[in-house]
């Protein structure tokens, strides 16, 4: 059962970090340099949601799922882990209050692998885009 848990983590830590490059891939260029805090807080969220839910689809408890986050947005984002442990401090919080990004995270990771086709996972994959635009008109 060890070796079953230690593989789901590393089966969800590698599908969060594919999705999220895809993501990622579909954004302005710049957007890692982007100092917008609204910006900031909608990208991390709408990772960390991503990361929550694939890790709840793998049958992965809290714990798990707080470090898979860690490691994940680290990477992804290129941050130490000192600043992903102060926005991770945060998102159960936000989470709480149904912060949008979130909750789009979680439902778009899920439908980006449950895709029957490549464009069906570009629209899923483009949500954080969406998200982007929104915050920009505002």
């Known amino acids: ?16 970090l594919q999705f999220l490059a895809e993501a990622i891939g579909q954004c302005p260029a710049g957007l890692e340099s982007n ?13 960390y949601g991503a990361v929550q839910s694939a890790a709840y689809v793998a049958g992965l408890g809290e714990e ?11 990477r992804i984002n290129g941050m130490d882990k000192e600043m992903v442990s102060k926005f991770l401090a ?15 995270g979680g439902k778009a990771i899920i439908g980006f692998y ?20 929104q915050i920009d008109e505002a």
């Not at 029957?116 to 635009?133: M, V």
């Open 90 to 104: 945060l998102m159960p919080r936000l989470a709480e209050k149904e912060y949008p990004p979130i909750g789009i």
């Open 114 to 133: 449950n895709s029957a086709t490549d464009e069906d996972k570009l629209a899923t994959a483009g949500s954080l885009r969406e998200i982007l635009r």
């Open 35 to 47: 100092t917008n805090r609204d910006i900031v807080f909608a990208v991390l969220g709408f990772q």
């Open 1 to 16: 059962m060890h070796t079953n848990h230690e593989e789901n983590i590393e089966a969800v830590t590698k599908m969060a």
């Open 64 to 74: 798990a799922a707080s470090g898979i986050a860690e490691d994940v947005l680290g």
